[in-house]
């Protein structure tokens, strides 16, 4: 069903579709908004030549919803939309994580707030792919940088949310979608299924060993599973118990926190400077320019934004005497990277922020730079 190997030139988000169907997707529902529409356009003529389903509901509500039940028949699914559809989705984000619901979400990040800049780039949408829903709840998120990286973290965001239960948020943003570039596709992937139970279930669907995951109990398989957003103990029913939810809701954080070190991926250039840029999505791409002209300066370009990759910030900011984050935003994941950073001993972290869905050019990166 996937592309042969090979090299192919393809828009961003037709790599991100292609990315999906390689990690085995055969569901999607969607519903048009710019800058991801070109997602759900290609899918319409994939999914359906090999047998997945494209449906196109009526709302991004419905979309992330049907996305949900289709995973509990046991069908990778996702679902793809930009600022305000991802605003709508948040309620059933939070039921994902609480219902340990595998599942993708791609968020091709456009200017806001409310309907924004709708062709143009942003990164407005990190905090809120974080924090977006109410409780305490880890989900993981990754950001892509080039057309390759949609592919390749298409594939890892599945694999991701397979393995850990999670629902796995791909921020691109409008540039990268919407760009073209070359795509080497290998002979071989990786590809990671959900561990399924093969016993029937009837009264501890949600039990867990020491990986803190619970094994899937497919709905049609012959169990008896009782799914539900309220506090619930090991055979997934409600229980308004003090103790049974503060266990639950520890795990669910734990079990992303306690593999963060597996989770997280970034690339460190130039390694040995004393200035480094902090960078991920679309800004990544203008500081590599800038870098390969000035090896005094280095570059950590962050591949997961959630959970914050703590080790590899720390690794730059011991030896760091300042740290320059780009973002187009006004400084979401700014504060993270200053509060880690600067415990580390790094005493300087300064944002060079740009908004107005234009991204930041390799010549204003260097003129920031000799500025400071």
């Given at each position: 069903?996937?592309?042969?190997?090979?090299?192919?030139?393809?828009?961003?988000?037709?790599?991100?579709?292609?990315?999906?169907?390689?990690?085995?997707?055969?569901?999607?529902?969607?519903?048009?908004?710019?800058?991801?529409?070109?997602?759900?356009?290609?899918?319409?003529?994939?999914?359906?030549?090999?047998?997945?389903?494209?449906?196109?509901?009526?709302?991004?509500?419905?979309?992330?919803?049907?996305?949900?039940?289709?995973?509990?028949?046991?069908?990778?699914?996702?679902?793809?939309?930009s600022?305000?559809?991802?605003s709508?989705?948040?309620?059933?984000?939070?039921?994902?994580?609480?219902?340990?619901?595998?599942?993708?979400?791609?968020?091709?990040?456009?200017?806001?707030?409310?309907?924004?800049?709708?062709?143009?780039?942003?990164?407005?949408?990190?905090?809120?792919?974080?924090?977006?829903?109410?409780?305490?709840?880890?989900?993981?998120?990754?950001?892509?940088?080039?057309?390759?990286?949609?592919?390749?973290?298409?594939?890892?965001?599945?694999?991701?949310?397979?393995?850990?239960?999670?629902?796995?948020?791909?921020?691109?943003?409008?540039?990268?979608?919407?760009?073209?570039?070359?795509?080497?596709?290998?002979?071989?992937?990786?590809?990671?299924?959900?561990?399924?139970?093969?016993?029937?279930?009837?009264?501890?669907?949600?039990?867990?060993?020491?990986?803190?995951?619970?094994?899937?109990?497919?709905?049609?398989?012959?169990?008896?599973?009782?799914?539900?957003?309220?506090?619930?103990?090991?055979?997934?029913?409600?229980?308004?118990?003090?103790?049974?939810h503060?266990?639950?809701?520890?795990?669910?954080?734990?079990?992303?926190?306690?593999?963060?070190?597996?989770?997280?991926?970034?690339?460190?250039?130039?390694?040995n400077?004393?200035?480094?840029?902090?960078?991920?999505g679309?800004?990544?791409?203008a500081?590599?320019?800038?870098?390969?002209?000035?090896?005094?300066v280095?570059?950590?370009?962050?591949?997961?934004?959630?959970?914050?990759?703590?080790?590899?910030?720390?690794?730059?900011?011991r030896?760091?005497?300042?740290?320059?984050?780009?973002?187009?935003n006004?400084?979401?994941?700014?504060?993270?990277?200053?509060?880690?950073?600067?415990?580390?001993?790094?005493?300087?972290?300064?944002l060079?922020?740009?908004?107005g869905?234009?991204?930041?050019?390799?010549?204003?990166?260097?003129?920031?730079?000799?500025?400071?």
């Open positions: 069903m996937r592309l042969p190997e090979g090299t192919y030139f393809l828009q961003g988000n037709e790599a991100c579709a292609e990315g999906a169907i390689a990690a085995g997707l055969r569901f999607f529902a969607g519903y048009p908004i710019t800058p991801s529409t070109e997602i759900a356009e290609r899918l319409a003529l994939r999914l359906p030549e090999e047998g997945g389903i494209f449906i196109q509901m009526e709302d991004e509500i419905a979309s992330i919803s049907a996305v949900i039940g289709a995973s509990w028949v046991g069908a990778k699914a996702m679902t793809a939309t600022g305000p559809g991802f709508l989705m948040q309620e059933s984000i939070g039921y994902a994580a609480m219902t340990e619901t595998p599942l993708v979400i791609v968020n091709v990040m456009r200017g806001g707030p409310s309907t924004g800049l709708p062709t143009l780039p942003s990164q407005g949408d990190v905090m809120q792919a974080k924090f977006g829903s109410h409780g305490d709840y880890e989900i993981i998120a990754l950001a892509p940088a080039t057309v390759q990286d949609m592919f390749d973290m298409t594939i890892q965001a599945f694999n991701l949310s397979e393995e850990y239960r999670v629902p796995v948020i791909i921020l691109s943003d409008a540039e990268v979608g919407h760009m073209r570039g070359k795509v080497k596709v290998p002979e071989k992937l990786e590809v990671i299924n959900r561990k399924i139970r093969t016993d029937k279930v009837w009264h501890d669907g949600f039990a867990y060993d020491e990986s803190l995951i619970p094994s899937f109990p497919v709905f049609g398989k012959g169990s008896r599973v009782h799914v539900t957003g309220l506090s619930h103990d090991i055979a997934g029913y409600p229980r308004n118990d003090p103790e049974v503060q266990e639950l809701v520890i795990r669910l954080s734990e079990k992303i926190l306690k593999n963060r070190d597996r989770i997280c991926s970034s690339q460190i250039f130039n390694e400077a004393e200035r480094f840029i902090v960078a991920y679309s800004p990544a791409l500081a590599r320019e800038v870098i390969r002209s000035n090896g005094s280095g570059l950590l370009q962050l591949k997961t934004i959630w959970p914050t990759p703590e080790k590899q910030i720390i690794k730059i900011a030896q760091a005497t300042e740290i320059i984050v780009l973002e187009m006004l400084g979401q994941i700014y504060r993270e990277i200053q509060r880690i950073a600067c415990t580390a001993g790094c005493a300087r972290v300064r060079f922020s740009k908004l869905g234009v991204v930041h050019t390799p010549k204003e990166i260097a003129m920031f730079l000799k500025g400071g």
